[in-house]
T-cell receptor
Framework: DSGVTQTPKHLITATGQRVTLRCSPR?????VYWYQQSLDQGLQFLIQ???????AKGNILERFSAQQFPDLHSELNLSSLELGDSALYFC???????????FGPGTRLTVT | AQSVTQLDSQVPVFEEAPVELRCNYS??????LFWYVQYPNQGLQLLLK??????LVESINGFEAEFNKSQTSFHLRKPSVHISDTAEYFC?????????FGTGTRLQVFP
C-alpha cells in the first residue's frame, strides 16, 4: 500500500459525459501528479500540482482539467468523453520535487 | 527531450534463472532513474531508484540496477527469479517535474 488513495476504482460511462476522479496523496506529500495508461499510448504524464498550484502540464487534452485543494487532495475532471479516453488513470504523490513518486491503485475508466 | 527505451517488450524466463531487463535513457546533465513494477490489475510500485551516489542500487526483493553514465543505461537484474516476479516492469527518468516512462517489459516466469 503506497498510501495514495484513488476513487472510484472503476467507472463506466457513456460518450459525451463528464466524470471526476479523486486522489488523496500520502500524508505530508505536497506534489500530486496525474498519469494516463492506455494500451496504445503507454504511461503518459498529464499534469502536476504542488501545494495547490499547477506546476507542469503534459499531454493533457483541453477537455480535461484538474485542481488541488487546500487539504492537498486532487481531482481530475474529464468532460465530453470519447471512446479513446478509456484508460487507467493514476495519481501519484511525491515528498519532494525530483524524488520518487508513489502511485495510487488507479481508476479504470471505460467509455461506452 | 528526455526519453526512455526499453528494447524488450517481453522476457520469458524459467524460475530460478537469472534475468536482465534493459533500459536506456537519453543523455542529460543530471538524471534521476527509477524502476517500477506493475502486477496484474494493480498500480505501479516503486522497485528501486537512482538519485545520486553509488551506481548500484538494490531492492528489498533481490532486484538490482546499475547506473551506467557512459552507456546511458539503467538495466535491472535479478540472479534468480520466482514465479511471483511475473509482472510488467517500467523504467522511468525524472525530467522537469514529471516521470517519463519506457514502454514496459513484461517478465513472464515459467515453472
Amino acid at each position: 500500500d503506497s498510501g495514495v488513495t484513488q476513487t472510484p476504482k472503476h467507472l463506466i460511462t457513456a460518450t459525451g459525459q463528464r466524470v471526476t476522479l479523486r486522489c488523496s496523496p500520502r500524508s505530508g506529500d505536497l506534489s500530486v501528479y496525474w498519469y494516463q495508461q492506455s494500451l496504445d499510448q503507454g504511461l503518459q504524464f498529464l499534469i502536476q500540482y504542488y501545494n495547490g498550484e499547477e506546476r507542469a502540464k503534459g499531454n493533457i487534452l483541453e477537455r480535461f482539467s484538474a485542481q488541488q485543494f487546500p487539504d492537498l487532495h486532487s481531482e481530475l475532471n474529464l468532460s465530453s468523453l470519447e471512446l479513446g479516453d478509456s484508460a487507467l488513470y493514476f495519481c501519484a504523490s511525491s515528498p519532494r520535487l525530483g524524488q520518487e513518486q508513489y502511485f495510487g491503485p488507479g481508476t479504470r475508466l471505460t467509455v461506452t | 527531450a528526455q526519453s526512455v527505451t526499453q528494447l524488450d517488450s517481453q522476457v520469458p524466463v524459467f524460475e530460478e534463472a537469472p534475468v536482465e531487463l534493459r533500459c536506456n535513457y537519453s543523455s542529460s546533465v543530471s538524471v534521476y532513474l527509477f524502476w517500477y513494477v506493475q502486477y496484474p490489475n494493480q498500480g505501479l510500485q516503486l522497485l528501486l531508484k537512482y538519485l545520486s551516489g553509488s551506481t548500484l542500487v538494490e531492492s528489498i526483493n533481490g532486484f538490482e540496477a546499475e547506473f551506467n553514465k557512459s552507456q546511458t543505461s539503467f538495466h535491472l537484474r535479478k540472479p534468480s527469479v520466482h514465479i511471483s516476479d511475473t509482472a510488467e516492469y517500467f523504467c522511468a527518468v525524472y525530467n522537469t517535474d514529471k516521470l517519463i516512462f519506457g514502454t514496459g517489459t513484461r517478465l513472464q516466469v515459467f515453472p
